[in-house]
């Protein structure tokens, strides 16, 4: 039972370079999402996505691109890394709007 | 914009005593509240949801309430021991989408 599956689980990156962070999950979940977390802030919403096809900014979308063409995949972009990406991200998904999250286990991501 | 707040951030308690875990939120306007584990270097794992509808939610040791006119959730855990140290965080659905607003955590060491 796979669940919410993240790779990769490290990354360094020099500043000015692209990646795609992959998540996908193996529950036939409708709603996907990513986060990042940062010492002392809390997890911050990055994209968010109810289904195939559609997606939606969070509170912190700038520098990164979503695109969501099947249920189990939902790939983030970075499109031109900072160090101000520096972070650990997470995906989560779960099957409707008001149940549980079910999380990935992280990509600790360094942007030197 | 909804603001979450989790106060201690650090809590220290011998084993067997119950632990109180507390959340605050600004606005009233919630859809659900989830209380989360996360153990060092891992991902976020789900306790307990509380739909806006409901005062309390229970399972095993825990036990979470919410008063969303105060804007309060409490999680209590009884009879601690070591296995419970970890980092609980609470978050709110903000909107019909389920978008969750985190709080930053509580980091929680029950000593021998």
């Known amino acids: 039972n796979a669940g919410v599956t993240q790779t990769p689980k490290f990354q360094v990156l020099k500043t000015g370079q692209s990646m795609t962070l992959q998540c996908a999950q193996d529950?036939?979940?409708?709603?996907m999402s990513w986060y990042r977390q940062d010492p002392g802030m809390g997890l911050r919403l990055i994209h968010y996505s109810v289904g195939a096809g559609i997606t939606d900014q969070g509170e912190v979308p700038n520098g990164y691109n979503v695109s969501r063409s099947t249920t189990e995949d939902f790939p983030l972009r970075l499109l031109s890394a900072a160090p101000s990406q520096t972070s650990v991200y997470f995906c989560?998904?779960?099957?409707?709007?008001?149940?549980?999250?079910?999380f990935g286990q992280g990509t600790r991501l360094t942007v030197v | 914009k909804q603001e979450v707040t989790q106060i201690p951030a650090a809590l220290s308690v011998p084993e067997g005593e119950n632990l109180v875990l507390n959340c605050s939120f600004t606005d009233s306007a919630i859809y659900n509240l989830q209380w989360f584990r996360q153990d060092p270097g891992k991902g976020l794992t789900s306790l307990l949801l509380?739909?806006?509808?409901?005062r309390e939610q229970t399972s095993g040791r825990l036990n979470a309430s919410l008063d969303k006119s105060s804007g309060r959730s409490t999680l209590y855990i009884a009879a601690s021991q070591p296995g419970d140290s970890a980092t609980y965080l609470c978050a709110v659905a903000v909107d019909s989408w389920g978008k969750l607003q985190f709080g930053a955590g509580t980091q929680v060491v029950v000593t021998p």
């Open positions: 989560a998904s779960s099957s409707s709007r008001n149940t549980e999250a079910f």
């Open positions: 509380i739909q806006s509808s409901q």
């Open positions: 529950m036939n979940h409708e709603y």
